[in-house]
């Protein structure tokens, strides 16, 4: 399978065989995910590989997703990390800012970069994985029990393993929907929307499981229409990050 066929093929994978990672396996995908672009070079991430039975168990309970970590091969919780980069710059006699806004985006790209990585070299080698956002549903929990230092949170957790099967691709947005040309183009949204909807109705209503009927911006609606997890924002500023 070639780059482009392997980015195309991409599906969660919920279900694994329980065959467990390598830790050779797992110190390569960790190296390779280490390669991706960083804003100024700062890394700013750091990953947990939860090989603990009793934390695997808790942080699926902690994150809502206990059956997703039942089975994998291999469980991390990825973080946002400014506490080496404070320790750096202690060697230089220099305290570091870390509680802007724009450190909080550096951090969060910078892991998303570094997990998209490790998950295409997962994908790569012919495991399945899943990002588990459930992470953020409990962070002070999660971060007591990995003993998180001030400067450091959990962004999402990830599995990893051998699939039981492989999902269907699902369908996603038509290019013109999310590709503007010189200015962005709000009017266009309504026809195309609609054109989607129908693609993802008769995807839901056709895929071998959990079928279901419903569409895409239905689904949107009802998900985005209240506040989530309205404690991040205090649980952030606990971790040294106040959006200044």
Not at 49 to 75: C, H, I, M, P, Y
Not at 189 to 217: F, G, P, V
Request: include cysteine; charged fraction near 25%; aromatic fraction near 12%.
């Amino acid at each position: 399978m070639d780059t482009r066929e392997l980015l195309r093929s991409h599906s969660s994978v919920r279900k694994y065989t329980g065959e467990q990672i390598s830790r050779e396996t797992v110190i390569d995908l960790i190296e390779t995910a280490q390669m991706a672009a960083s804003s100024h070079f700062v890394q700013a991430y750091s990953v947990i590989w939860v090989t603990d039975e009793d934390k695997r168990k808790k942080l699926g309970e902690l994150s809502r997703n206990e059956f997703q970590f039942q089975t994998a091969g291999a469980s991390f919780l990825f973080c946002v990390d400014f506490k080496r980069l404070q320790v750096a710059g202690q060697k230089h006699g220099i305290d570091i800012v870390t509680d802007s806004a724009e450190n909080l985006l550096v951090g969060i790209v910078d892991v998303s970069l570094f997990a998209q990585n490790f998950v295409i070299a997962a994908e790569a080698k012919g495991y399945g994985i899943c990002y588990i956002g459930g992470a953020r549903s409990n962070p002070t929990e999660i971060s007591e029990l990995f003993n998180l230092p001030e400067n450091v949170f959990p962004l999402f957790a990830l599995t990893i393993g051998t699939p039981t099967k492989r999902n269907e691709t699902k369908p996603r947005l038509p290019v013109a929907a999310v590709l503007h040309e010189d200015s962005y183009d709000t009017a266009k949204y309504d026809t195309l929307l609609d054109d989607y909807d129908a693609m993802m109705e008769s995807y839901y209503t056709s895929r071998s499981a959990n079928q279901k009927t419903a569409t895409w911006t239905k689904q949107m609606a009802d998900y985005l229409i209240d506040q989530k997890r309205p404690f991040i924002k205090d649980y952030l500023a606990t971790q040294g990050f106040t959006w200044k």
